[in-house]
């Protein structure tokens, strides 16, 4: 990155028009802050700008789905769904940019290159690709921790002579595979939205599955009006109680707090039942300890095993696609339809797990030996989640200090929100805090009120800069894996651990402690005066 002089100053500079983006910038001009946004993409939205695939939704009920910081907002707004739809999802952030008249403070189709903070000034450079560049007082991170595709490097993929799509980058004119032969690889969430409505459209579709996923009913439809009605009388109330629920929503169900080691196998099979009926993450609640306890996640792996027996009709293909591994590990998928597409004479499942694709070909892919052929090729292969978006960045701390040497056996930080040697730099919603375990609606108005708070303590005691002590880093990526460690969730590679991307160090992300408990010890930390960090 050249040093040219910052063009411009601003108090802060925001990465990002997502919602974490659009939510601080509105908090930081309510302070009276001179805030600027850098957005990559030419519109606001973040995810549910680029995530466009056939299917693509929200997995958490619109209701909750949604700020809470406006009453207005929450008032006037409605959804149409139970599950928010993407389009419907980028009106929202664009009816909230408007609303709160927040486009003026938006560069869209601008893209942070890097910023380096300069000890002199204690205040960031900050670059763009295009080379205009910014002093900013605060960096805030609300680049998201599912920002950056991945796209894993198939021998031969330029070989293709067909159109390749990812999920997380999907064209904005609609995609017609009417009469084409398509090829899916991936079975996570986005796969498994898209694969039943890609089957309906294609002659022909072949799924290439590395890992069996696991897939709860939406039983998406319209939103109730008279749920709509009963939350709107009290929406302050409603939000309060989900974020005192582990995951910041699910107060209407919340779990039942016994063991499904204590329930008998007749009540355990009537609980899970009837939370399959009611759809979504309901089921992971039927016990307080499926996400715990290795034997008693066993208990709910199975009984979904055997709904995909049920609906599954060719043995073989049931087998394929009934997972091994815990469940919950990976992300659950809420989908409509996903397993009984397979029943579908047009549609084929391929196991590349124990044989891998061998190289893509101009007329499709090889893999056991065998060749596929196919006319689309849609790559649902997810993300480089967390840190990727930063680790792609020209980001250095104090005495040049890079991102990436920072970084390089995993992201350490203090709460999520502060890095040592990175001073006044906050991260919304990444690692080291409950980030994607949480609703991230809810986690992203918690981080920038935190924030907000921050700022308005180092002003009023005459500080200007704050940085998380090495100490506390160290300290908190030890709470971080005791977390994780009191959970299923080391036993499979997912992409919290990173292991979903070659090369990238195995290091649990997400904070697997629950909302209320990290937002407590957030607000003690605050409480006791910004304690683990450095003031100055
Ligand atoms: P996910 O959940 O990471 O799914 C990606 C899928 O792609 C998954 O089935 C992967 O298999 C597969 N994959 C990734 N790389 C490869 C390679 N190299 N070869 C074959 N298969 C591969 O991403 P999504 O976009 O579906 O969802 C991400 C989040 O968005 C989701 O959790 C929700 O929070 C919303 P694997 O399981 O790694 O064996």
């Not at 409605?78 to 009106?91: D, F, M, V």
Request: charged fraction near 20%; hydrophobic fraction near 40%; aromatic fraction near 10%.
């Amino acid at each position: 990155m050249k040093h040219p002089a910052p063009t411009h100053a601003v108090d802060m500079l925001i990465v990002g028009a997502g919602f974490a983006g659009l939510y601080m910038l509105h908090k930081a001009r309510s302070m009276g802050l001179d805030a600027l946004v850098l957005e990559a993409a030419p519109g606001v939205g973040g995810t549910w700008y680029h995530n466009r695939y056939p299917g693509a939704r929200v997995d958490i009920q619109s209701m909750e789905y949604s700020f809470s910081f406006d009453e207005a907002l929450q008032q006037q707004w409605r959804w149409s769904e139970r599950y928010a739809p993407q389009p419907e999802l980028l009106r929202y952030a664009n009816h909230v940019a408007d609303r709160f008249g927040l486009r003026d403070g938006i560069r869209l189709s601008t893209r942070m290159a890097g910023a380096h903070f300069d000890e002199p000034s204690q205040r960031w450079t900050v670059q763009a690709e295009s080379g205009e560049s910014w002093s900013a007082r605060f960096l805030v991170m609300a680049s998201g921790p599912l920002s950056s595709p991945n796209l894993p490097d198939f021998a031969g993929l330029k070989d293709f002579a067909g159109p390749v799509y990812h999920t997380a980058n999907w064209p904005h004119e609609p995609v017609d595979f009417s009469a084409r032969r398509v090829a899916v690889i991936g079975t996570g969430s986005s796969a498994v939205q898209a694969i039943p409505i890609i089957a309906r459209q294609a002659s022909e579709l072949t799924v290439f599955q590395r890992t069996a996923a696991y897939a709860a009913p939406a039983h998406n439809g319209p939103l109730d009006r008279e749920l709509e009605a009963r939350i709107k009388a009290d929406y302050a109330g409603f939000r309060a109680r989900n974020r005192r629920m582990h995951g910041g929503f699910g107060s209407l169900l919340p779990p039942n707090p016994v063991s499904a080691l204590a329930a008998s196998a007749e009540e355990r099979e009537a609980a899970f039942e009837q939370r399959w009926k009611i759809g979504g993450f309901a089921i992971l609640g039927t016990f307080n300890d499926l996400l715990m306890n290795e034997q008693s996640n066993a208990l709910v792996a199975e009984f979904v095993r055997g709904k995909i027996r049920a609906i599954v009709k060719h043995p073989g293909t049931a087998q394929l696609l009934s997972p091994t591994h815990t469940i919950g590990c990976k992300r659950l998928c809420v989908d409509s339809g996903y397993y009984d597409t397979f029943n579908r004479p047009n549609v084929r499942l391929v196991d590349i797990n124990q044989a891998p694709i061998e190289r893509i070909t101009s007329k499709g892919l090889r893999t056991g030996g065998r060749e596929f052929e196919f006319d689309a090729l849609v790559l649902a292969t997810g993300f480089d989640a967390m840190t990727g978006t930063m680790m792609r960045l020209d980001l250095r701390g104090r005495d040049g200090l890079r991102i990436q040497d920072k970084w390089h056996a995993g992201p350490l930080n203090y709460l999520g929100l502060g890095i040592a040697g990175f001073p006044n730099l906050f991260n919304i919603a990444g690692p080291g805090s409950t980030s994607a375990f949480t609703n991230v609606i809810v986690a992203i108005e918690h981080h920038v009120d935190w924030i907000a708070d921050c700022i308005a303590y180092l002003d009023a005691h005459g500080l200007h800069t704050i940085e998380a002590s090495e100490q506390a880093e160290a300290a908190w990526a030890e709470h971080v894996n005791a977390a994780a460690r009191r959970t299923v969730f080391l036993s499979c590679n997912s992409w919290y651990l990173g292991a979903n991307i070659e090369g990238k160090p195995c290091m649990f992300m997400p904070l697997a402690e629950g909302f209320p408990r990290y937002a407590d010890h957030c607000a003690q930390v605050a409480r006791d005066g910004y304690v683990g960090f450095v003031l100055q």
